[in-house]
């Protein structure tokens, strides 16, 4: 069973946008902290933006003022969109919710930037 469905993604110029989306159940999303993360080819899963069940949010500094994590409360849904892409934000993106009892992960969707 799918818990974290993801949406978006594809191919962009840079400095073109992209918007992620991610849904799942209501139990998972009002319990658990959501985030998205990044892995690039060769390089190690990270951590580039979250948002707290209070919409408390947190970015990695390589994309401060350029992303923004937002949600969705009638949606049951996260979103995060990516203004001013670079080539380096090509990568896998992938959501996660942190729970008390486990962190689920999602399937991934592809960002390409291409230059």
């Known amino acids: 069973q799918v818990q974290l469905a993801e949406s978006g993604g594809g191919s962009v110029q840079a400095g073109g946008s992209l918007e992620l989306s991610c849904t799942t159940s209501?139990?998972?999303?009002?319990?658990?902290?959501m985030g998205w993360s990044r892995q690039a080819p060769g390089k190690e899963r990270e951590l580039v933006a979250a948002i707290s069940r209070d919409g408390t949010t947190t970015y990695v500094d390589t994309v401060q003022g350029r992303f923004t994590v937002s949600k969705d409360n009638t949606k049951n849904t996260v979103y995060l969109r990516m203004n001013s892409l670079k080539t380096e934000d090509t990568a896998v993106y992938y959501c996660s919710a942190t729970c008390s009892w486990y962190k689920y992960w999602g399937q991934g969707t592809q960002v390409t930037v291409s230059s």
């Open positions: 209501r139990t998972i999303y009002s319990s658990c902290r």
